[in-house]
């Protein structure tokens, strides 16, 4: 800030132009009269936007309208006003004349108009049948209800410094019904008036040294276009809750602008839920309406179209959203920031925080993804140099037991070198570190996204925002209406839930809920029963590409199976959990969204991730051996691992089940609405053409378009949430996990761009502070992802029995070394041997083992550690079971505890608010709480003069 020698006008600089204010004035008072339109628009304003090619936003028909000139036809025809091109529609109700509930919508339209709302009527031009109802808040309506939901507006900027000092704008309370100024520097009119930053900007060391690995990306890498977002980020302004009685003090240039859609459609939204459409207490709100068919839709609309037949850069945009199709939802912008303000600004702090939390999970994902591919790299470059997979590929002398009975032939072990090799990839030295990276990894996730939202919470004003007292359910005040007990916090009556009627609903809940986890069991068993069986029909096929791979194609036919499974299950969990829900009969909204999100969770993560627990901790663990196979109901022996391990058919499922899991997921999002979209535009084309129209209105554009899932963000939530949960639970069996959640969230933020902007009606831009009950869900699957890495490294690998062979057994046992050397001779000492003989009749092989050295085998061999047959226990467990069981029990408690005190020592040393926002908000308050301290002095002092002019005495009165 720069000011004249007289310091008579104060100029400020700002990004290189100058911008001349007013002299300041002796009273507060009147220097905000004085300023008033002078100062930088707010970010929510639409002078963000060219107002030139504007056809969305009402500024040009109220300019014209002060100057005498005539509205625009584009307002007229573009389909976001009343007829008149004056009044903006603010919200849309849809309806069909055939509908019988004709008085209740005729109440209800009533109590709409006595509530000061403005309503025309617009029949469909393709279905005669379908009314539209739009609905526009006048400015009295609209300040009314603001200041009644306490919405908070831009405040006005100003700085009184002389000559050097810097630019900053103002913050602003309320003391007394009046407005306190605060700065630092300066006396006016015998009041301090403290300034602060508003604005600061927040960036931790992850995001500056990502931002050091830019060169590759194109120009501009991750950076928002400044020329297309013209001060996005820097045009920020104080806000305070909006006040008719101050309304000097907030920047308003246009009464049309000055509340944006969004908060338009919200405080209509906020007066239909409390308009009565029949006499009595319970018979109010549009929900009720729309639950019972009065109504068919209801949606705010959006600000046009999304594409311009103009460049965006050349004629700027042409709406809001526009603006972000081009900035946010194209493909081209995919390597780029979001503009999460103008996210905010257009669908709410709830769709913006989501999106948020989106950004920064693949934000961080980024060096999950890095050492991931790293341990894999590591694994392809010491493959040759691995001394298990070459006495694997060199050991064709060994003869391995058949894997099933009679079908399944004795094979070498050289010929599963492929396989051996594949498990080295992700099964090497870079493993351990690989887990315990990603347990500390989830933690620093979770902890910095912590704070990510207390910054985003200050910059959004949410710190102080609380929810309103929610309303209670239809559905609960039907059920429990002749029961009533005063609100302790609102003192009215309302309905009441007997603690007994309570706790038998969640008793019959949860026992619907474990019903629904036995299926899924029941389902992992039919799975298990199709690989026991399958193994020897895949053994006997004539085709020799199968018949020698009869064990992958089992296990990929398996996966595949159990996709389709997992798919079918959970368009009945959604109904079983829909039904629990609704039985247990929640108060609120909240309290219904949260029960039903814990179940819809809990079934699908337990029917995605079931097969996978069997693979890791059940496959191949309790087979038996060879003469004594434990059997499925007597019968089908139990199936066991490839000779090279179970790791590769762990990585087997869970790369099958993520990609096709992600695909269908991508499609169903995108490709199903684009689909419905396009056959609904095909109809009504046509019809269309038969009225001689060429273009729809706005309302029955979005009427065409898919509505948001009834469930609001949970699909989105729930996809990631399980996606998060792939990442890190089983990561020590598959490090490449976060690199195709990676590539995946790369293209899910664009589609779910994409999807919002085009293919989704609207939604009702709503608040919220969080993420809500998804945190305490990824917080539970950090602490389940440190004990399955534990038990996947101790039970799945072979990273124990290497590490015992090393020290204990092998070649360098006793010296303290590890290396390849120590290996040798590790896979025969891994190896049991095995009496052909002892055979049971049902498990003998057909073949006799004569094509391996020309006559009968007498012995053959299989993984287990087992004393061979002439020992005085045939087939007992060596020392070596017991030393590998004890290490593996010794490694599972040290990596938990390690890691779990590596995780909270890590959450205690990172605040959940950063240093520097703490500071600002403390400093805050202090100064606010200094602000009135002087104000009541100042008080005082107004009064003690008073009370002197008037011939008083104030001997005793302080001060």
């Not at 529609?89 to 919508?105: A, C, F, G, H, W």
């Not at 001060?231 to 246009?254: G, K, M, V, W």
């Not at 006559?855 to 002439?870: A, I, N, T, V």
């Not at 308050?925 to 002087?934: D, F, G, R, T, V």
Request: hydrophobic share 40%; charged share 25%.
């Amino acid at each position: 800030m720069e000011a004249s020698s007289s310091g008579s006008t104060i100029s400020s600089v700002t990004g290189g132009k100058t911008k001349t204010h007013q002299p300041v004035a002796k009273d507060v008072n009147i220097f905000f009269d004085e300023l008033e339109g002078v100062n930088s628009p707010s970010k929510d304003d639409d002078s963000l936007l060219h107002h030139g090619n504007l056809t969305s936003t009402s500024d040009d028909a109220s300019r014209l309208e002060v100057v005498g000139e005539e509205v625009p036809d584009k307002n007229k025809t573009s389909g976001l006003y009343f007829r008149d091109g004056k009044c903006r529609i603010d919200y849309i109700l849809v309806y069909r004349k055939s509908n019988p509930q004709t008085e209740k919508r005729e109440v209800f339209e009533r109590n709409i108009r006595a509530e000061g709302l403005q309503m025309e009527k617009e029949s469909s031009l393709t279905n005669s049948d379908i009314i539209f109802v739009k609905l526009h808040a006048p400015w009295e309506v609209l300040g009314k209800y603001a200041e009644l939901m306490n919405v908070r507006m831009p405040f006005r900027p100003f700085n009184p410094f002389s000559a050097g000092a810097p630019c900053i704008l103002v913050r602003c309370c309320f003391l007394n019904g009046h407005f306190i100024e605060i700065n630092g520097r300066s006396r006016r009119s015998r009041r301090k008036i403290y300034y602060l930053h508003r604005r600061y900007k927040f960036m931790n060391r992850i995001e500056k040294q990502i931002s050091r690995f830019r060169g590759w990306l194109p120009r501009k890498p991750m950076k928002l276009d400044k020329e297309t977002l013209p001060d996005l980020e820097e045009n920020d302004c104080y806000t305070a809750p909006f006040s008719q009685q101050r309304i000097h003090h907030f920047i308003i240039h246009n009464k049309d602008t000055f509340f944006n859609n969004a908060t338009r459609s919200r405080i209509v939204h906020h007066i239909l839920q409390r308009v009565k459409y029949e006499e009595g207490k319970n018979k109010i709100g549009l929900n009720r309406l729309l639950s019972n068919g009065s109504y068919e839709a209801a949606f705010p609309l959006h600000e046009g179209s999304y594409r311009s037949k103009n460049s965006i850069k050349t004629h700027g945009a042409e709406n809001h959203r526009h603006l972000l199709y081009e900035c946010w939802a194209s493909w081209g912008v995919w390597y780029k920031y979001q503009p999460l303000d103008l996210v905010r600004r257009y669908f709410g702090e709830k769709i913006g925080l989501y999106f948020a939390w989106l950004g920064w999970y693949t934000g961080m994902l980024f060096p999950a993804a890095f050492i991931g591919l790293f341990v894999f790299l590591y694994g392809v470059t010491t493959l040759n140099h691995c001394q298990v997979s070459k006495e694997v590929c060199q050991a064709t002398d060994i003869i391995m037991c058949p894997i099933c009975d009679k079908y399944c032939p004795f094979m070498r072990l050289s010929d599963s070198c492929i396989y051996a090799k594949v498990t080295h990839l992700f099964d090497n030295g870079a493993t351990v570190f690989f887990a315990v990276f990603m347990a500390v990894w989830a933690t620093v996730f979770l902890e910095f996204w912590k704070r990510r939202r207390a910054v985003i919470a200050y910059d959004w004003d949410l710190i102080d925002w609380e929810e309103e007292e929610e309303e209670i359910r239809p559905q609960f005040e039907a059920k429990y209406s002749k029961k009533e007990r005063m609100n302790p916090i609102s003192g009215k009556p309302e309905p009441y839930q007997a603690f007994a009627d309570k706790c038998s609903r969640l008793i019959v809940s949860a026992s619907g809920i474990f019903f629904m986890i036995c299926v899924v069991i029941a389902a992992v068993f039919g799975i298990v029963i199709y690989r026991v069986v399958t193994v020897s029909t895949f053994a006997a096929f004539k085709w020799a590409l199968i018949r020698n791979n009869s064990q992958v194609a089992t296990t990929g036919t398996a996966v595949c199976i159990n996709f389709c499974i997992i798919m079918l299950l959970n368009v009945l969990y959604e109904k079983v959990a829909l039904f629990l829900t609704n039985l247990e009969q929640p108060r609120t909204e909240s309290e219904w969204e949260n029960s039903f999100t814990l179940k819809m969770f809990l079934f699908q993560f337990v029917n995605l991730n079931s097969s996978t627990f069997y693979i890791a901790f059940f496959l191949g663990r309790f087979t038996g051996h060879p003469g004594a196979y434990l059997r499925l109901i007597n019968r089908w022996r139990l199936e066991e691992c490839h000779p090279s391990g179970c790791l590769i058919d762990l990585c087997m499922q869970m790369g099958i089940i993520m990609v096709l899991k992600q695909t269908w997921n991508n499609f169903m999002e995108l490709g199903y609405p684009l689909i419905q979209n396009w056959w609904t535009r095909r109809k009504t084309t046509a019809r269309v053409w038969h009225t001689g129209k060429t273009s729809f209105p706005q309302w029955e554009k979005d009427y065409n378009l898919q509505p948001m899932n009834a469930y609001g963000l949970f699909d989105e939530y729930l996809e990631m949430i399980l996606q998060f949960g792939f990442t890190t639970i089983f990561v020590a069996a598959f490090p490449l996990a976060p690199l195709l959640a990676l590539l995946n969230n790369i293209i899910e933020i664009r589609l779910d761009a994409y999807k919002f902007v085009t293919q989704w009606r609207r939604p009702l831009a709503s608040r919220a502070k969080d993420i809500g009950i998804w945190y305490g869900i990824l917080e539970g699957i950090g602490i389940l992802s440190v004990i399955t890495n534990a038990f996947v490294i101790a039970v799945t690998s072979d990273f124990i029995p290497r590490l015992v062979y090393a020290y204990k057994y092998g070649p360098c046992a006793g010296q303290g070394e590890a290396g390849q050397k120590c290996m040798v001779g590790y896979v025969n000492a891994s190896l049991s041997v095995f009496l052909v003989s002892d055979f049971e009749n049902r498990s003998e092989p057909t073949s006799n083992g004569s094509e391996f050295s020309g006559s009968p085998l007498k012995y053959c061999r299989y993984r287990d550690y087992r004393d061979p047959p002439h020992s005085p226990v045939p087939y007992g467990y060596t020392l070596q079971f017991w030393h590998v069981l004890a290490a593996r029990l010794a490694f599972i408690i040290v990596f938990e505890h390690l890691v779990f005190c590596i995780k909270h020592l890590i959450s205690y040393l990172i605040p959940d608010l950063p240093k520097d926002l703490r500071d600002r908000m403390r400093r805050e308050k202090y100064l606010i709480q200094e602000m009135m301290y002087e104000a009541e002095l100042e008080r005082l002092q107004k009064e003690r003069k008073e009370r002197k002019k008037n011939g008083k005495s104030y001997h005793n009165e302080w001060p």
